[in-house]
Structure formats: structure tokens, C-alpha cells
């Protein structure tokens, strides 16, 4: 059993900062990308950000020189840095984990599966 579970949600005003963590947990047998991505009302989730276990990072185009995503591996963690927001990043938030558990490399299952977190809250006020 796999679980991401997400923190650092919450309302600020325009122009502040908030930071998003996701812990993943269990059964990990390696982590590949970890990545963001958000859903406002009415509208398809989209990539925020993502990052390979190199440090290697993709960012979408809206959030570009306001956003940093970072992970701690030992950790097993992602983190986004999010300053200068604006009403438009008013979204749920969700983390995703690209990895293979160890259910899955005993029994030679394809990988790595997508794992996604229950999703947390941004509210940006004008």
C-alpha cells in the first residue's frame, strides 16, 4: 500500500507565497518523477510542475519564475514553492508519484504505476 498525502494549502492574498508538501509512503521500492499538478472548478487538471529523481524539473507555462518544485529523497518528498500567486492559481492541488512499489517488482509488474494524493486547497483573494 502506497499513500501520498499532501499539506501547506490555505488562502493568502495576491502577491503572497504558500509551500505545498507531499510525503509518499509504504511499500516504495524506488520513486521516479514526483510532480504538481492543479484543478480549478470547471476546468481539466494541469501540470503545474514536475521533477525527476535527478533534480531534473518541467514547469507549466502559467507558473514559470513564480513557482519551484524541489524533493528530498531520502524523504520521499516533494515540495512546491509557490510565490508571487494570483487569483488564477486558485485551485485544488494534487501530488503525483511515478513508482514502483515492492508488490509490484516481486511479482515483475510493469512500471513505475501513478500514485496521486487526496488533493489540497489553494485560495488566492484579490
Known amino acids: 500500500q502506497v499513500q501520498l498525502v499532501e499539506s501547506g494549502g490555505g488562502l493568502v492574498r495576491t502577491g503572497g507565497s504558500l509551500r505545498l508538501s507531499c510525503a509518499a509512503s509504504?511499500?516504495?521500492?524506488?520513486?521516479?518523477?514526483m510532480g504538481w499538478y492543479r484543478q480549478a472548478p470547471g476546468k481539466q487538471r494541469e501540470l503545474v510542475a514536475t521533477?525527476?529523481?535527478?533534480?531534473?524539473?518541467n514547469y507549466g507555462d502559467s507558473v514559470k519564475g513564480r513557482f519551484t518544485i524541489s524533493r528530498d529523497n531520502a524523504k520521499n518528498t516533494v515540495y512546491l514553492q509557490m510565490n508571487s500567486l494570483k487569483p488564477e492559481d486558485t485551485a485544488v492541488y494534487y501530488c503525483?508519484?511515478?513508482?514502483?512499489?515492492?508488490?509490484?517488482?516481486?511479482?515483475?509488474?510493469?512500471?513505475?504505476?501513478?500514485?496521486w494524493g487526496q488533493g489540497t486547497q489553494v485560495t488566492v483573494s484579490s
Open positions: 503525483n508519484a511515478a513508482l514502483y512499489s515492492y508488490y509490484d517488482v516481486s511479482r515483475g509488474l510493469p512500471g513505475p504505476n501513478d500514485y
Open positions: 509504504g511499500s516504495i521500492f524506488r520513486i521516479n518523477d
Open positions: 521533477i525527476t529523481s535527478g533534480g531534473s524539473t
